[in-house]
């Protein structure tokens, strides 16, 4: 096998340990949505979820087909600190799910009575999390090269976020703060 398909290989073991995480996040929100719900829970912006779902899906897919249909190399300067930060960013994310406790979700989920959390990352950003994930919708798909797809993401990504998820999880926030 040569060099390239030896990276590529590689890179797909990266894209599928990212999908292997991203179903134990899944399990995890499912576990503290039913949580959220026994005690009331609300949830808002059901129907952006499976657009969501969709484009981070689209995100492994699309990194690993254009890394292997545009034969994408590795660039060692580019790959390896793009990969030092989706590992970063995963160790971010775990940080913000601890900060949440029961709190994190997938979906925006508020339960009536509970306080918003202000405490770690949360004192110095409001959603840290979609920090998280715009950082590594880029630097994942550059791991090996995959511009086309990182660029791409960022845009769907930005549109998602800004048109859709941010607005209905901040009227879901200014609810959950009303005394």
């Known amino acids: 096998m040569s ?18 995480e991203r179903l134990f996040e899944l399990v995890v929100s499912t576990r ?5 719900f026994e005690r009331g829970g ?14 981070h899906t689209g995100l ?14 590795f660039l060692p300067w580019l790959g390896w600190p793009a990969l030092a930060i989706a590992l970063l960013c995963q160790v971010l994310r775990y940080v913000i799910i601890a900060t949440l406790g029961r709190q994190w979700n997938t979906r925006v989920i508020v339960v009536p009575g509970l306080p918003l ?3 770690g ?9 979609y920090v998280v994930v715009v950082v590594e919708g880029i630097a994942l ?21 800004l048109r859709f998820r941010i ?3 901040e009227r879901a926030l200014r609810t959950a703060s009303v005394p």
């Open 121 to 129: 990352i949360y004192r110095f950003l409001r959603h840290p999390n």
């Open 42 to 55: 609300i949830e808002y912006g059901r129907e952006h979820f499976p657009w969501m779902v969709a484009l």
């Open 167 to 169: 607005p209905v999880e």
């Open 141 to 161: 798909p550059l791991v090996h090269s995959a511009w086309i797809t990182a660029l791409g993401f960022t845009v769907l990504n930005a549109v998602l976020l």
């Open 60 to 73: 492994l897919v699309a990194s690993f087909t254009e890394v292997v249909l545009a034969h994408r190399p």
């Open 32 to 36: 503290n949505a039913k949580w959220a």
């Open 3 to 20: 060099e390239y398909w030896v990276g590529v290989l590689w890179f797909g073991i990266l894209l599928l340990a990212t999908g292997g």
């Open 117 to 119: 959390v202000e405490s």
